[in-house]
Nanobody
Framework: QVRLVESGGGLVQPGGSLSVSCAAF????????MAWYRQGPGKERELVAS???????NYADSVKGRFIISRQNVRNTVYLQMNNLKPEDTAVYFC????????????WGQGTQVTVSS
């Protein structure tokens, strides 16, 4: 059974930084891709950043140059470092893990709230 638990959300002022973490219960090395998604008020869930088993990263255009995704397989943890935060980054951030078997299998965390406001 896979479980993903996010932590580290909170309130931050515009221009500030925040880091969120995702602890996986179950080895993340078995996942092909780990990712962060977010869902803002009245918006659809969108991909923020992803990192594959080889360490290749991918970012949404809106966060390129500001956010950094990383993973520590030994700690079964994925991180998202968010810098120069903007009010439009306000959202619930969800950890996602993908495993390719006969088709893609997705696992989701419960989400953590990030609010950017002065």
């Amino acid at each position: 059974q896979v479980r993903l638990v996010e932590s580290g959300g909170g309130l931050v002022q515009p221009g500030g930084s925040l880091s969120v973490s995702c602890a996986a219960f179950g080895s993340i090395s078995s996942f092909n891709v780990m990712a962060w998604y977010r869902q803002g008020p009245g918006k659809e869930r969108e991909l923020v950043a992803s990192i594959d088993w080889g360490g290749t990263t991918n970012y949404a255009d809106s966060v390129k140059g500001r956010f950094i995704i990383s993973r520590q397989n030994v700690r079964n943890t994925v991180y998202l470092q968010m810098n120069n935060l903007k009010p439009e980054d306000t959202a619930v951030y969800f950890c996602n893990a993908k495993r390719l078997q006969s088709s893609w299998i997705n696992y989701w965390g419960q989400g953590t709230q990030v609010t950017v406001s002065s």
